[in-house]
């Protein structure tokens, strides 16, 4: 590591402390050649997922997309954003997890409808309507009565 006031490549950790939940270490540093303090961060770069759509077209996976399909599912319901920041990390935890380097869209849906059908039942249906691409209220009436068996 090269100190930042000198230029240096020789030092010394002084302490190491994991961060975020594990996901990181906080380094503390200290420069052989000047004795300047400074501090380092390391964390784990995951591989970049590709998204196989149904089309076999691939793109970059991207969170963001998860999110704001999450949020227009749970729109106008009583759901802190904390709950749905959760949903978020869940899913892409497990999908960076069961998936190397192509993750296909439909388990990324499959995912995203587990995580909402435990948080909020509408919010389920409002995805799922989407997702699954309800063409008449036959499909949704099916779909809200598998909801009541499930949980019964």
Request: glycine fraction near 4%; aromatic fraction near 6%; include cysteine.
């Amino acid at each position: 590591m090269r100190c930042p006031r000198c230029a240096c490549q020789n030092d010394k950790v002084i302490d190491s402390r994991a961060t975020k939940e594990g996901a990181g270490v906080r380094r503390r540093r200290e420069c052989l050649q000047c004795g300047h303090r400074f501090t380092t961060h390391e964390e784990i770069i995951q591989a970049e997922l590709k998204v196989v759509k149904r089309d076999n077209t691939r793109e970059e996976f991207d969170p963001e997309k998860i999110r704001r399909g999450v949020e227009k599912a749970c729109w106008k319901r009583d759901i802190a954003q904390e709950e749905i920041d959760s949903v978020v990390q869940k899913v892409c935890r497990e999908l960076e997890a069961d998936y190397e380097r192509e993750v296909p869209s439909k388990d990324i849906g499959e995912h995203l409808m587990e995580a909402l059908r435990a948080l909020d039942k509408v919010a389920y249906i409002r995805f799922a309507s989407v997702y699954r691409d309800f063409q008449g209220v036959d499909e949704f009436i099916s779909e809200v009565r598998s909801i009541g068996k499930k949980d019964a």
